[in-house]
């Protein structure tokens, strides 16, 4: 088929209550991005393909405004990663990213010791708007990587869809990184994944970021790609440059700050980000819902395309290694949660 195709508090109790309302207030967009999609509309026509779509890969459009062709899925199970949420069917991204991820979990063994990586979201198989959860993530150039080490057994598919996130900040503490959880293994892995030329970001919570610029001792070439962003404080967020020869794929601005530790990131630590809405201020009005017209045309190509033959033929290398199976994923009901991992990324503000 042709397709034509940020002044600071004065106490840290004051900080502190400002992360709360700033945390409960991210937690209700995400609450409100999880109500049922109407029929028709991107969210639904995307989020409910199963396979991907038959043709060449190619990321179309931008990483939060787009959708994907000839994407593939990363299997369940390989030596050195297991897939996390099998039900949201998210495990489908552009070859690059997939060739990236199963790099960078072999890297990860043997240069730094990591046991392996727990893959979180990629993309939907076509990608496009997800029912939740995320803005990006829609041509399949983004990833989720938990911050937990892969266990040494397997994981049940029940086990994947209820273990619990784990959060590197204290809980009594604004924006500060818990000790008794994070480790230099930690830092060892986000320096090793930033260290890839094709990787254009990867999004983490404001504290992580700070805690790499105050400890950081090794080579801080590449600290400039950690960018702080609302949430990401149980995983991070690898965004991948636009492949070579991608014609369709619309790059991020480059990054201008340096290493980022400097104004961009102190503006994290004022009231600014986390300030409720003035008293007399107009309620926003709820977001128009994305439709496919919205997104670049030859997205509603992707959509009539021809599937793939079977999820088997579309892992990647044909792996069978999956054997591990959850119900699909399904809209969301209105007020249902995903699990709880603090505030649900929203890749906001896109300029980081």
Known sequence: MTFRLAPSFQTIGRLALAGIIGASLIAGDAEAQQKQPSPGSAKALFGSASLPAQGPARPIGFYSKGCMLGGVALPVDGPTWQAMRLSRNRRWGNPAMIALLEQLSRDARQQIGWPGLLVGDISQPRGGPMFNGHTSHQIGLDADIWLMPMPTRRM????????????????????TINPRVWTQSHAELLMLAASYPQVERIFVNPAIKKKMCDTWRGDRTNLGKLRPIYGHDSHFHIRMKCPPGAADCKPQAPITDGDGCGKSLAWWFTKEPWAPPKPDARPPKPPREIMVADLPK???????????ASMTASTDGGSTATALTAAPATPAAAGDLLPAVGPVPTDKPLVQ
């Not at 086990?159 to 009594?172: G, I, N, S, W, Y």
């Not at 030859?298 to 793939?308: G, H, M, Q």
């Open 298 to 308: 030859v997205c509603a190509a992707v959509l009539d395309a021809p599937a793939a």
């Open 156 to 175: 049940t598919a029940e086990e994947r869809e209820d273990l619990p996130f784990t959060t590197m900040l204290q809980k009594e503490k604004f924006l």
